[in-house]
């Protein structure tokens, strides 16, 4: 019914920059807030980044001066500008969404995307 579709992962030397995107669809009545996570091998998912449905923010402290979450709510997308890249930040990195489906939804819904993996090489 909703669908998370990420984009903009892929290779990129120290200091570089990447900008992934994250584009719902399918049946959303609001989506609330919105976030990456990344994932080191072997270890559980950590929170990079979100934002609420008023642009409110949060970053990890690992991330923050050098990466920014946006979204475009006409577009249901959320964008993560991912700046002075080091090795460390390897990971693969989702996206995740609280949502309401209909008027009538008492809870939010969560959905995660299907990850993008993110290298930074020396």
């Known amino acids: 019914q909703v669908q998370l579709v990420e984009s903009g992962g892929g290779l990129v030397q120290f200091g570089g920059s990447l900008r992934l995107s994250c584009a719902a669809s399918g049946s959303i009545f609001r989506l609330n807030v919105m976030g990456w996570y990344r994932q080191f091998p072997g270890k559980q998912r950590e929170l990079v980044a979100s934002i609420g449905s008023s642009g409110s923010t949060n970053y990890a402290g690992s991330v923050k001066g050098r990466f920014t979450i946006s979204r475009d709510n006409a577009k249901n997308t959320t964008y993560l500008q991912m700046n002075s890249l080091r090795p460390e930040d390897t990971a693969v990195y989702y996206c995740?969404?609280?949502?309401?489906?209909?008027?009538?939804?008492?809870?939010?819904?969560?959905?995660w995307g299907q990850g993008t993996q993110v290298t930074v090489s020396p």
């Open positions: 995740k969404t609280l949502l309401r489906r209909t008027p009538w939804d008492s809870n939010d819904f969560q959905y």
